[in-house]
């Protein structure tokens, strides 16, 4: 299905702000770096990669001779950075699009409400935990690893789960390394352009309400799994081909081990029902969370 060849322009993408405009470009490429292909910026990462679930979609690139091409940034924000990857095997049409989110170390990771999202995530030794509890630059490089495993996790789990009850969307998690997630492009593999965030989305009646029919599937899903996105809201939801995409999940929160988990998952249903209901759906959105806190075990 996702076979084609992707132009090698530049390719514009926007942020939060929907106004924004960024193009990414590559350092130099130092002449005496070893064993680089010759063509291409780098070869593949998988090999050595923690991998994604079974049964593999089959436009990924798994490969020992595919490449990686850096095409440009696709949003910059707080917690990391995302950027579109073109993994090929050159002279062939075996093409995948990736979008790569590279946290930032500990030194410059602007991560807000930390703590919050972090109560119910503990490591096994004390010394990794002391350090996470007092931000030391030791524990902020655990802390931005946690969040790059956490978010690895939650893709692979719902991803799973949206095969099987195809209740649920995600992108399919390809693979990690460190701080850094390679995950399938959402968008159109043809030109480069994302699909658009639900925030930037304009349909008729018909189309919110099947929207917000997909979105309280999701959410129920989530509920089910006992976790809750944390930080759900129309701009972290895309829409493509008009399946509603969950993405940004770094911050999953597990509702039965936090004791916030309740509030959370109130959160999650408050800003979403808050957008639809502003754009003239009616939506009940205490009957949602009674049904989601039941769904969940905490009622």
Same mark, same amino acid.
């Given at each position: 299905?996702?076979?084609?060849?992707?132009?090698?322009?530049?390719?514009?993408?926007?942020?939060?702000?929907?106004?924004?405009?960024?193009?990414?470009?590559? =350092?130099?490429?130092?002449?005496?770096?070893?064993?680089?292909?010759?063509t291409g910026d780098n070869w593949s990462s998988w090999d050595g990669a923690?991998?994604?679930?079974?049964?593999?979609?089959?436009?990924?690139?798994? =490969?020992?001779?595919?490449?990686?091409?850096?095409?440009?940034?696709?949003?910059?924000?707080?917690?990391?950075?995302?950027?579109?990857?073109? /993994?090929?095997?050159?002279?062939?049409?075996?093409?995948?699009?990736?979008?790569?989110?590279?946290?930032?170390?500990?030194?410059?990771?602007?991560?807000?409400?930390?703590? !919050?999202?972090? =109560?119910?995530?503990?490591?096994?030794?004390?010394?990794?935990?002391?350090?996470?509890?007092?931000?030391?630059?030791? !524990?902020?490089?655990?802390?931005?690893?946690?969040?790059?495993?956490?978010?690895?996790?939650?893709?692979?789990?719902?991803?799973?789960?949206?095969?099987?009850?195809?209740?649920?969307?995600?992108?399919?998690?390809?693979?990690?390394? !460190?701080?850094?997630?390679?995950?399938?492009?959402?968008?159109?593999?043809?030109?480069?352009?994302?699909?658009?965030?639900?925030?930037?989305?304009?349909?008729?009646?018909?189309? #919110?309400?099947? #929207?917000?029919?997909?979105?309280?599937?999701? #959410?129920?899903?989530?509920?089910?799994?006992?976790?809750?996105?944390?930080?759900?809201?129309?701009?972290?939801? #895309?829409?493509?081909?008009?399946?509603?995409?969950?993405?940004?999940?770094?911050?999953?929160?597990?509702?039965?081990?936090?004791?916030?988990?309740?509030?959370?998952?109130?959160?999650?249903? /408050?800003?979403?029902?808050?957008?639809?209901t502003q754009r003239g759906l009616q939506v009940d959105a205490d009957d949602?969370?009674?049904?989601?806190?039941?769904?969940?075990?905490?009622?």
């Amino acid at each position: 299905m996702r076979s084609h060849e992707t132009s090698r322009r530049r390719r514009k993408f926007d942020d939060d702000d929907p106004n924004f405009l960024k193009r990414g470009r590559l =350092e130099p490429r130092l002449a005496e770096e070893p064993d680089l292909p010759e063509t291409g910026d780098n070869w593949s990462s998988w090999d050595g990669a923690l991998h994604g679930p079974d049964p593999r979609p089959d436009w990924v690139r798994t =490969e020992h001779a595919a490449v990686d091409d850096e095409l440009g940034m696709l949003k910059t924000g707080k917690e990391a950075d995302v950027f579109l990857v073109r /993994r090929h095997i050159p002279g062939t049409d075996k093409v995948s699009l990736l979008a790569a989110k590279r946290y930032r170390d500990g030194d410059h990771r602007l991560f807000h409400r930390d703590a !919050g999202y972090l =109560e119910g995530r503990r490591v096994r030794r004390s010394r990794e935990n002391r350090a996470m509890t007092n931000r030391s630059s030791f !524990g902020k490089q655990m802390i931005a690893g946690q969040w790059a495993v956490a978010e690895f996790g939650a893709l692979s789990r719902l991803w799973q789960i949206g095969q099987a009850s195809g209740l649920v969307r995600v992108p399919y998690p390809v693979q990690l390394i !460190g701080t850094e997630l390679m995950m399938e492009f959402v968008g159109d593999w043809d030109t480069g352009e994302a699909a658009p965030r639900l925030a930037q989305v304009r349909t008729d009646p018909d189309g #919110l309400a099947d #929207l917000w029919q997909q979105m309280t599937d999701a #959410l129920s899903v989530l509920a089910r799994a006992q976790v809750a996105h944390g930080d759900l809201s129309p701009y972290n939801t #895309l829409v493509h081909d008009g399946a509603l995409v969950l993405i940004d999940l770094p911050q999953i929160v597990d509702v039965v081990a936090n004791p916030q988990g309740a509030d959370f998952i109130a959160r999650d249903v /408050r800003n979403v029902a808050g957008w639809f209901t502003q754009r003239g759906l009616q939506v009940d959105a205490d009957d949602l969370l009674d049904r989601l806190l039941h769904e969940a075990g905490l009622r």
